[in-house]
T-cell receptor, first 120, second 112 residues
Framework: AQTVTQSQPEMSVQEAETVTLSCTYD???????LFWYKQPPSRQMILVIR??????QNATENRFSVNFQKAAKSFSLKISDSQLGDAAMYFC?????????????????FGKGTKLTVNP | DAGVTQSPTHLIKTRGQQVTLRCSPK?????VSWYQQALGQGPQFIFQ???????QRGNFPDRFSGHQFPNYSSELNVNALLLGDSALYLC???????????FGPGTRLTVT
């Protein structure tokens, strides 16, 4: 069964500094998608960054980047130049798909999340 | 371009009652998924609807049921509510064949 583990329940960072959030996952598939979602106190889950497993290059979105280690099944998120608005729960997620004969659907499996605090 | 919308925002129910939550997908999306997020946990997949059919179901009892309408909007119904059903219920939409799911703001359900 596919599982996602986030081993850091809480992290803190000083404004303008860099922080890395960890995520590991378990899968037997060779092609899949991984995501980092941000959930601020407003509760809206917002997609931060995605990584396709077949791509060796690590994804980057402005101040957000990932370190994707496929063999180690590791998918960490690095936030550079942290801002107060980055404070939120961060969830790592793995996308599971089924074939057309099995319904042709998909679902996300989430980790338990890491609460990020940004100190001014 | 409206994103995913959900109603109501908050809901308080009593054990044993039934509840219906509603979701309108993002414009252009045809697939709706529902997730339950207990306090301090990550979201758990309930089920996904496409072409008005349930395509996949997570590990939730039959008390949880859903429906998708021809306009792609969806409802989540929970019967015989238990205290443990108290959670944030998130709806996510996508377009079939696309990988990104867009989430709504959720409905906070409290069962007393």
């Amino acid at each position: 069964a596919q599982t996602v583990t986030q081993s850091q329940p809480e992290m803190s960072v000083q404004e303008a500094e860099t922080v890395t959030l960890s995520c590991t996952y378990d899968t037997s598939e060779s092609d899949y998608y991984l995501f980092w979602y941000k959930q601020p106190p407003s509760r809206q889950m917002i997609l931060v960054i995605r990584q396709e497993a077949y791509k060796q290059q690590n994804a980057t979105e402005n101040r957000f980047s990932v370190n994707f280690q496929k063999a180690a099944k590791s998918f960490s998120l690095k936030i550079s130049d942290s801002q107060l608005g980055d404070a939120a729960m961060y969830f790592c997620a793995y996308r599971i798909t089924t074939t057309y004969s099995q319904g042709g659907s998909e679902k996300l499996v989430f980790g338990k999340g890491t609460k990020l605090t940004v100190n001014p | 371009d409206a994103g995913v919308t959900q109603s109501p925002t908050h809901l308080i129910k009593t054990r044993g009652q039934q509840v219906t939550l509603r979701c309108s997908p993002k414009s252009g999306h045809d697939t709706v998924s529902w997730y339950q997020q207990a306090l301090g946990q990550g979201p758990q997949f309930i089920f996904q609807y496409y072409e008005e059919e349930e395509r996949q179901r997570g590990n939730f009892p039959d008390r949880f049921s859903g429906h998708q309408f021809p306009n792609y909007s969806s409802e989540l119904n929970v019967n015989a509510l238990l205290l443990g059903d108290s959670a944030l219920y998130l709806c996510a939409s996508t377009r079939q064949g696309h990988y990104e799911q867009y989430f709504g703001p959720g409905t906070r359900l409290t069962v007393t």
